[in-house]
C-alpha cells in the first residue's frame, strides 16, 4: 500500500490550508486512518472506519476536521484558524489487517 500526501506549504496565520493522502489501495480495507505531525510529536486526528468515529487532539479540536472519499481512496485533513505552533511535517496514515503504512510527509508553515 502507498500513501501519496498533498497540500503543504505556507500559510498566514488564522489561514486555511487541506490536506490530502491518497491511498492505492480501497479505504474500505482500512481499520483507521488518520494524521500525525513529526515537531510535536502528536496524533493530529484519525478516523476509525468500522464506527466512522473520529477523533483529535486537544490542541487542534475544533479547528481540524478528518474526512475521507471513499470514492477517491483519499482522505483529507482540513485545517483552519492556523497558529504558528501548528508548523511541522504532516504524516498522514492508514492501516489495514496486516500493518500501519506512513505517507512521505508534507511541510505545513504557519507564518506571516
Known amino acids: 500500500v502507498q500513501l501519496v500526501e498533498s497540500g503543504g506549504g505556507l500559510v498566514q496565520p488564522g489561514g486555511s490550508l487541506r490536506l490530502s493522502c491518497a491511498v492505492s489501495?480501497?479505504?474500505?480495507?482500512?481499520?483507521?486512518m488518520g494524521w500525525y505531525r513529526q515537531e510535536q510529536r502528536e496524533f493530529v486526528a484519525s478516523i476509525t472506519t468500522?464506527?466512522?468515529?473520529?477523533a483529535y487532539a486537544g490542541s487542534v479540536e475544533g479547528r481540524f476536521t478528518i474526512a475521507r472519499d471513499r470514492n477517491k481512496n483519499t482522505q483529507y485533513l482540513q485545517m483552519n484558524s492556523l497558529k504558528p505552533e501548528d508548523t511541522a511535517i504532516y504524516s498522514c496514515?492508514?492501516?489495514?489487517?496486516?500493518?500501519?503504512?506512513w505517507g512521505q510527509g508534507t511541510q505545513v508553515t504557519v507564518s506571516s
Open positions: 496514515f492508514y492501516t489495514n489487517m496486516d500493518k500501519i503504512y
Open positions: 468500522s464506527t466512522n468515529h473520529t
Open positions: 489501495e480501497s479505504i474500505d480495507k482500512s481499520v483507521s
